[in-house]
């Protein structure tokens, strides 16, 4: 891969639109995107209004989130506007047609590969048939992957304040479906009232089961629930993680064990982690040499996609098509996919990235 992208790591460009399209070009994957906040503001409203219920609501929240540029007051506040989104998701049809959209959005610009989060913990929150609803979503995926270049995986992801019982169950479902594109195990929500060590043992039944694990960790500044969730539950992928660039050790600890990030440059700006991006550690965790991938985490609830995301890091970072390149071929080795299928995909990379160098 190094050798066929030599000539493009001594380009440099001035021209913002010609690197925004040779980044739409690449063939891209994406790893931590959730279906819940992929749910664009218009399918909000057209589910709100065919169930008519919580239109109100639904419409404040949305007028409220565009007059803010979809910042949220903080990380809590961001988890109340998820409920919300989750609250109009009330059939199987209703994440059929969220499945069928987002798949959409991602095929539109050239994402080839995805591991889709799901909350199945909310959706049994919500005491909805989670094997309905997760029918549902694959035969849209099923479908999709039949007329599209586009892979789809899945994670199930518990609410980790839910506690063990309610993790042991979303793990329950992750292993049926397996043989349906459940690739992995996670856990989200508050760090802080669901602290990793509640979940040592599901973590070690998952992998007994043969599924991947993650795990969100360190998406605030307190680096201390991340180290936890690292040295206990001994996931394959952190989702956020920059906590991790406050503690040396930590960066360390990432580093010689390659542990992935699954970095979300909007999302941390749009939740107030950072009020500037250039703030932002991703440039400091690359540098010190931590595998970083890119990601959208909530594309619609941030107003953001993959390719604004590498696009951010160019002008932010002054990252060139060698970077980008790189954190695609990142993104691709973090994955889940199996060898023979990352092999296709680098190749396929680096005939996009050869065809069309920006200049
Ligand atoms: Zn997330």
Sequence with gaps: MQNSFARLAALETDSAQ???SWIHALPKA???LHLEGSIQPETL????????????????WIRQQEERNFRYGSLSEFLNAFKLVSLLLESPSDYALATERLLQALASQNVGYAEITLSAGVILW?????????????????????????KVRWIFDAVRQFGTDH?????????????????AFGIGGDE???PAELFVDVYQEARGYGLHCTAHAGEGHNPAGMRQAIRLLKPERIGHGIAAARDPEMIRLLRDNEIPLEVCLTSNLCTGLFDDVQNHPLKQLWDAGVRVTLNTDDPAMFATNLEGELALAARAFGFGPTEIIKLCQNAIEASFMPEDEKQEFRTKLRQAADRSVPG
């Design 192 to 194: 802080e009232r669901g």
């Design 30 to 32: 994406e790893l931590h």
């Design 45 to 60: 409203r057209e589910l709100s209004r065919a169930k008519g219920r919580l239109e109100q609501e639904t419409e404040v």
């Design 126 to 150: 919500k005491k909805q048939s989670l094997p309905e609803t997760f029918e549902a979503i694959c035969e849209v995926a099923r479908h999709f992957e039949s007329t599209a270049p586009l």
């Design 167 to 183: 993790a042991r169950e979303v793990l329950g479902w992750a292993r049926m479906f397996r043989d349906q594109g459940v690739v």
């Design 18 to 20: 010609s690197l925004e």
